[in-house]
């Protein structure tokens, strides 16, 4: 949905929208730093010069883990347990965020001296979150103490079971808890009557305060707890939770020793995946390694990230990344499968669905939510995407702006074992002879929702940049606002009239492509590349003049840095805006 403020200010496959100018009294408070800043600035909610300042500088301190509610309790059980030799497990989540969490937990409880023992549940026999099968093994294995990592917030059922069993249950997470909370020792930013000032802490973060908090009671042990900023970085970037506040003073850290990997795994899985360590930053953690370690919870089991992580051996850790290599071929194959056959499923005759409702014996748990997230991206409706397996199915759902994923499953919960999730994904379990009803129900709330709208996908211009104004200077003043993620997304220009020198598609099959950009006057050169809109090339030709949206990227060719355009969309050149609009650039960047 746009907001009130914004303009239309083009179209291409989406809608272009242009943020609005940062209003005369913010500039005011702003007026040390450029134009342009002062609205990539506001953009992110920046309004006064000690928050900006802050922000720039990544100068926010740690909140002190202990203002978090049921840190003294956790820290007093995980005492004792050390002290007795009591067996601890770490019981994580199979997914990026869980794994590295899993990971650093295990190490730092080893390191001082606790027995214990990591456990990830298996995705398509367990399912997410505490199992009570898995309970009931670690108890009769001789388990005594039971901390979660990125899971357990809602686990009121399996928590009574944990008692009854004897586990004493430790809740680290960062999910949003329910009414009813587990009865254990539930650390989590979310819950009522935590103190602890940031929210948005992933899982990994939040375990990474109890690492912090277990320092402090144990000064000399061997360990500091910024030895594991690297798989905090991979866990908070890959959980899409924002990059603001501790967050993005976290990822910044982490992504400094990941660009210097101590890891043997890290080292292997570079090499698998072509990846120079000095070029991670959010975007490779997003699209090369996350789901490279996501591959093995999505087609196997989740413990072979986990050893990749934390092995010492060089060896093994080649002969793993090697293994989740090959899993996230297989993957890749596997979505692209699932996506091919949901859309002949739900759309047949071209005729697009208000919702997208496909279900399937065929297709595999691991992968029905990357299938349903690009159904959503292509079709701009919401996917519902169902495997099936005996008298139930798995599901996950994407969804778009307009309509809010979640309300609607609440809205069919009677049809539901369980479901889960917020505006734009969620999961559930429904019983076979419940799938009609399903479909049905979801298709007419969709359709309720979805009929008086234009539904167009849409991007967000943060500002009207001629492209001679792209360049190095640039990129140093737009580069302060790294790192790039979620909630602080890498700012999206729109330059009009660009001539095109070349263009050509590039990649597997053609799927990208890349083009040579030019001005009317001719002179430098911008080197560009529009991800999978290889498909687009016939509507592009030397000479035409085009409307571009794009993102600014540094790069290395042949060992010389390059600036690249990392073009979001484009249409034939309306010539007609630029000029009218507002220009509030790069006066006053020296």
């Given at each position: 949905?746009?907001?009130?403020?914004?303009?239309?200010?083009?179209?291409?496959?989406?809608?272009?929208?242009?943020?609005?100018?940062?209003?005369?009294?913010?500039?005011?408070?702003?007026?040390?730093?450029?134009?342009?800043?002062?609205?990539?600035?506001?953009?992110?909610?920046i309004?006064s010069?000690?928050?900006?300042?802050?922000?720039?500088?990544?100068?926010?301190?740690?909140?002190?883990?202990?203002?978090?509610?049921?840190?003294?309790?956790?820290?007093?059980?995980?005492?004792?347990?050390?002290?007795?030799?009591?067996?601890?497990?770490?019981?994580?989540?199979?997914?990026?965020?869980?794994?590295?969490?899993?990971?650093?937990?295990?190490?730092?409880?080893?390191?001082?001296?606790?027995?214990?023992?990591?456990?990830?549940?298996?995705?398509?026999?367990?399912?997410?979150?505490?199992?009570?099968?898995?309970?009931?093994?670690?108890?009769?294995?001789?388990?005594?103490?039971?901390?979660?990592?990125d899971?357990?917030?809602?686990?009121?059922?399996?928590?009574?079971?944990?008692?009854?069993?004897?586990?004493?249950?430790?809740?680290?997470?960062?999910?949003?808890?329910?009414?009813?909370?587990p009865?254990?020792?539930?650390?989590?930013?979310?819950?009522?009557?935590?103190?602890?000032?940031?929210?948005?802490?992933?899982?990994?973060?939040?375990?990474y305060?109890?690492?912090?908090a277990?320092?402090?009671?144990?000064?000399?042990?061997?360990?500091?707890?910024?030895?594991?900023?690297?798989?905090?970085?991979?866990?908070?970037?890959?959980d899409?939770?924002?990059?603001?506040?501790?967050?993005?003073?976290?990822?910044?850290?982490?992504?400094?020793?990941?660009?210097?990997?101590?890891?043997?795994?890290?080292?292997?899985?570079?090499?698998?995946?072509?990846?120079?360590?000095?070029?991670?930053?959010?975007?490779?953690?997003?699209?090369v390694?996350?789901?490279?370690?996501?591959?093995?919870?999505?087609?196997?089991?989740?413990?072979?990230?986990?050893r990749?992580?934390?092995?010492?051996?060089?060896?093994?850790?080649?002969?793993?990344?090697?293994?989740?290599?090959?899993?996230?071929?297989?993957?890749?194959?596997?979505?692209?499968?699932?996506?091919?056959?949901?859309?002949?499923?739900?759309?047949?005759?071209?005729?697009?669905?208000w919702?997208?409702?496909?279900?399937?014996?065929?297709?595999?748990?691991?992968?029905?939510?990357?299938?349903?997230?690009?159904?959503?991206?292509?079709?701009?409706?919401?996917?519902?995407?169902?495997?099936?397996?005996?008298?139930?199915?798995?599901?996950?759902?994407?969804?778009?702006?307009?309509?809010?994923?979640?309300?609607?499953?609440?809205?069919?919960?009677?049809?539901?074992?369980?479901?889960?999730?917020?505006?734009?994904?969620?999961?559930?379990?429904?019983?076979?002879?419940?799938?009609?009803?399903?479909?049905?129900?979801?298709?007419?709330?969709?359709?309720?929702?979805?009929?008086?709208?234009?539904?167009?996908?849409?991007?967000?211009?943060?500002?009207?940049?001629?492209?001679?104004?792209?360049?190095?200077r640039?990129?140093?003043w737009?580069?302060?606002?790294?790192?790039?993620?979620?909630?602080?997304?890498?700012?999206?220009?729109?330059?009009?009239g660009?001539?095109?020198?070349?263009?050509?598609?590039?990649?597997?099959?053609?799927?990208?492509?890349?083009?040579?950009?030019?001005?009317?006057?001719?002179?430098?050169?911008?080197?560009?590349?529009?991800?999978?809109?290889?498909?687009?090339?016939?509507?592009?030709?030397?000479?035409?003049?085009?409307?571009?949206?794009?993102?600014?990227?540094?790069?290395?060719?042949?060992?010389?840095?390059?600036?690249?355009?990392?073009?979001?969309?484009?249409?034939?050149?309306?010539?007609?805006?630029?000029?009218?609009?507002?220009?509030?650039?790069?006066?006053?960047?020296?």
């Open positions: 949905m746009r907001h009130p403020d914004h303009s239309i200010v083009g179209r291409g496959r989406r809608v272009w929208w242009l943020a609005p100018p940062a209003p005369e009294v913010v500039r005011a408070a702003l007026g040390r730093w450029p134009p342009l800043l002062q609205d990539l600035l506001y953009h992110r909610g309004t010069p000690q928050a900006a300042e802050e922000f720039l500088a990544h100068a926010w301190s740690a909140g002190d883990p202990f203002q978090l509610k049921g840190m003294a309790e956790a820290l007093e059980r995980l005492g004792r347990a050390i002290e007795k030799g009591e067996p601890i497990a770490v019981y994580g989540d199979y997914d990026v965020d869980g794994v590295t969490a899993t990971a650093m937990l295990v190490q730092v409880l080893q390191a001082l001296g606790a027995q214990v023992h990591p456990y990830i549940p298996h995705r398509e026999t367990e399912g997410y979150g505490l199992n009570g099968e898995a309970l009931r093994g670690l108890a009769e294995a001789g388990i005594r103490v039971v901390i979660t990592v899971c357990g917030a809602r686990a009121v059922a399996e928590a009574t079971l944990a008692r009854s069993l004897g586990l004493d249950l430790i809740v680290t997470d960062h999910h949003l808890p329910g009414e009813v909370l009865e254990a020792i539930l650390i989590n930013p979310r819950q009522p009557g935590c103190l602890y000032p940031f929210k948005d802490l992933a899982g990994v973060g939040v375990a305060k109890l690492v912090q277990l320092k402090s009671l144990y000064p000399h042990a061997p360990f500091e707890p910024e030895d594991f900023l690297d798989l905090v970085a991979l866990g908070t970037v890959a899409l939770v924002p990059l603001l506040g501790e967050n993005r003073m976290l990822v910044a850290r982490g992504l400094e020793r990941l660009r210097r990997p101590a890891r043997a795994g890290l080292q292997a899985l570079y090499r698998v995946a072509s990846l120079e360590p000095s070029r991670v930053d959010p975007w490779a953690i997003s699209f390694l996350a789901p490279r370690l996501n591959a093995a919870g999505r087609l196997e089991h989740a413990l072979a990230a986990y990749l992580l934390t092995t010492e051996d060089p060896a093994a850790a080649a002969m793993l990344a090697e293994e989740l290599e090959c899993q996230n071929r297989e993957r890749q194959a596997l979505t692209q499968k699932a996506e091919e056959a949901a859309r002949v499923m739900a759309v047949p005759d071209d005729r697009i669905p919702l997208i409702f496909a279900a399937s014996e065929d297709f595999r748990p691991g992968v029905v939510g990357l299938a349903a997230g690009r159904l959503a991206e292509t079709f701009y409706r919401p996917a519902v995407v169902i495997s099936l397996m005996g008298e139930e199915g798995r599901g996950s759902a994407r969804s778009i702006p307009e309509f809010h994923i979640t309300q609607a499953l609440d809205a069919c919960a009677d049809l539901l074992v369980r479901h889960g999730g917020h505006a734009a994904a969620a999961g559930f379990v429904v019983r076979r002879e419940n799938l009609e009803r399903l479909r049905e129900r979801l298709q007419e709330l969709a359709a309720q929702a979805l009929q008086a709208q234009e539904l167009q996908p849409a991007t967000v211009v943060e500002a009207m940049l001629p492209l001679r104004e792209v360049t190095w640039l990129h140093e737009i580069a302060r606002l790294e790192p790039y993620g979620y909630g602080n997304p890498a700012p999206r220009f729109l330059s009009r660009v001539v095109v020198r070349s263009v050509r598609a590039v990649g597997n099959d053609g799927r990208h492509l890349r083009m040579v950009f030019t001005v009317p006057e001719g002179g430098p050169v911008w080197d560009a590349i529009a991800f999978r809109q290889g498909e687009r090339a016939a509507e592009v030709e030397p000479g035409m003049r085009l409307d571009v949206v794009f993102e600014v990227r540094a790069e290395q060719w042949n060992g010389e840095p390059r600036l690249t355009l990392v073009v979001e969309d484009f249409a034939p050149s309306s010539g007609s805006l630029q000029a009218a609009l507002p220009w509030h650039g790069l006066e006053g960047i020296g």
